[in-house]
C-alpha cells in the first residue's frame, strides 16, 4: 500500500465519534431513541422542578409534582413513535400522558401546552373517560375522533381495554402522519383522531400529580406533509422558567408575604416578590389574575427597575387568567420584581434574555 493511502486508512480507522452519536443511530428499522437511557439530553424541562423528572436505570421517571411537562428539544410531523410506560399505584387513580404536536410553553392558567393527549392513565372510568389510551385535544388544539364521543367532546374512547393496572408495563405505538394519530395499546390499535391542528410542534410527558415511568421511547420519522403555517405549533424562542410550581427557590420575598405551590404563587401579604437575579434587557412572560370581586384589577411588575402597570383587556372580567407579555430594552441589571394586590395570582412565568443593541 502507497504512504498516502495507507496514513489515510490509519486516519480512518481512529475517525471520533462525537458524544452521544451512538444513542441517535438510526436502527435496523428505521426507528432513532428518542431517550438515550442514561440522562435527559434533547428533553425540556418546562415548568416543573429541577426533580420533577428524572433518570434512574434506564428509565424517565416523573414525580408528578407539580403539574407539568417535559418536551424534546425539537418539534416534529409526521413518525411513528413507541414507548412503555408504568404507574407504580395500584388501587388509585394515577395520570400521566405524552402530548403530541404540543407548544414550547403552557397555554395560558394552565401548566399543559396546548395540543394533542395521549392519556396514560389507570384506575379511572367514567361515561366520558377511560384508562386505556383515550385521544383528545386540549388547550385550543382541535382534532375530530374517529368514534363519535357520547358527549360531543374532541375525544376518543378506545375500541377496548388493554391497559394493564399498576407496577406492570405498558407498550404503546403512536403513529401520526397528516394531521391524523392512531394509537396501538400493548399490541393492537384501540383510537385515533384526524384532522389534527396543530400537526407538528413538540412531544412531551406530562407530570400530573402521580410517579409514572417511561422506558424504550423511540421514533421513526416519517416524510412531510407540508403543513400550512397555521398548522404548525409555536417554536420556542427561548424563554426560561423562573418558578418550580413548588416553592420559591429563586425568589425572594419577606415575612411571608408569598405563597407557593400547585404551581401558582400566591400573594397573601404586603411585601413585594422579586427575582434573586438581576436581569438587564428582558422579555418576560406570566399569566395573572385576581379574584372576580377584587377591588383592583391591576398586576404592577418591575423590569429592568422599570414598574409596568398591567390591567385586565378591555372587556375583560377579573376572575380568569390572562397573559402578560413585558419587553424591556437597554436598562441596568435589576431584580424581576412583582408588587402584591389582593388576591393577586401568578403562574407561568418565564423570561427571556436580550442582548444590548
Known amino acids: 500500500m502507497r504512504p498516502a493511502l495507507l496514513a489515510l486508512a490509519f486516519a480512518a480507522a481512529f ?57 424534546t428539544d425539537r418539534q416534529y410531523e409526521n413518525f ?54 383515550d385521544l383528545f385535544s386540549i388547550w385550543g388544539a382541535h382534532c375530530k375522533p374517529d368514534r363519535p364521543h357520547p358527549k360531543g367532546y374532541e375525544r376518543c374512547l378506545p375500541s377496548e381495554d388493554r391497559v394493564k393496572g399498576g407496577g406492570e408495563w405498558n407498550h404503546y405505538k403512536v403513529i401520526a402522519n397528516d394531521g391524523v394519530i392512531k394509537l396501538h395499546v400493548n399490541g393492537k390499535e384501540v383510537s385515533g383522531v384526524s384532522q389534527c391542528t396543530p400537526r407538528k410542534g413538540y412531544l412531551a410527558l ?62 397573601v401579604g404586603t411585601a413585594d416578590l422579586a427575582t434573586e437575579k438581576a436581569f438587564g434587557p428582558a422579555e418576560l412572560i406570566f399569566d395573572w389574575k385576581v379574584p372576580a370581586k377584587a377591588a383592583k384589577a391591576e398586576c404592577v411588575v418591575s423590569v429592568g427597575g422599570q414598574p409596568v402597570a398591567v390591567t385586565l383587556p378591555v372587556g375583560t372580567k377579573p376572575g380568569a387568567w390572562n397573559r402578560q407579555t413585558i419587553k424591556v430594552g437597554s436598562v441596568p441589571a435589576a431584580p424581576l420584581t412583582f408588587k402584591p394586590t389582593e388576591g393577586l395570582e401568578i403562574m407561568n412565568v418565564f423570561v427571556r434574555e436580550l442582548k444590548e443593541k
Request: hydrophobic fraction near 35%.
Open 80 to 133: 411513528e413513535l413507541e414507548m412503555d410506560w408504568m404507574h407504580v399505584e395500584k388501587e388509585k387513580m394515577a395520570n400521566s400522558g405524552l402530548f403530541v404536536w404540543g407548544d414550547p410553553l403552557p397555554a395560558v392558567g394552565t401548566p399543559y401546552t396546548r395540543g394533542i393527549e395521549v392519556q396514560v392513565l389507570i384506575n379511572f372510568k367514567t361515561d366520558w373517560a377511560t384508562s386505556h389510551g
Open 206 to 267: 406530562e407530570s400530573e400529580g402521580a410517579e409514572c415511568h417511561f422506558k424504550n421511547i423511540r421514533i421513526k420519522e416519517l416524510p412531510t406533509t407540508n403543513p400550512k403555517p397555521e398548522e404548525v405549533a409555536k417554536v420556542w424562542e427561548g424563554h426560561k422558567s423562573l418558578f418550580t410550581g413548588i416553592d420559591l427557590s429563586g425568589w425572594k420575598t419577606e415575612d411571608g408575604a408569598w405563597k407557593a405551590g400547585g404551581g401558582v404563587l400566591r400573594a
Open 15 to 71: 475517525v471520533v465519534v462525537p458524544a452521544g452519536a451512538e444513542d441517535k443511530k438510526p436502527a435496523a428499522d428505521g426507528y432513532t431513541p428518542l431517550f438515550n437511557g442514561k440522562d435527559l439530553t434533547g428533553w425540556v424541562n418546562v415548568n416543573c422542578a429541577p426533580g420533577t423528572f428524572y433518570v434512574k436505570g434506564d428509565e424517565i421517571i416523573t414525580t408528578g409534582n407539580p403539574t407539568g411537562f417535559l418536551r
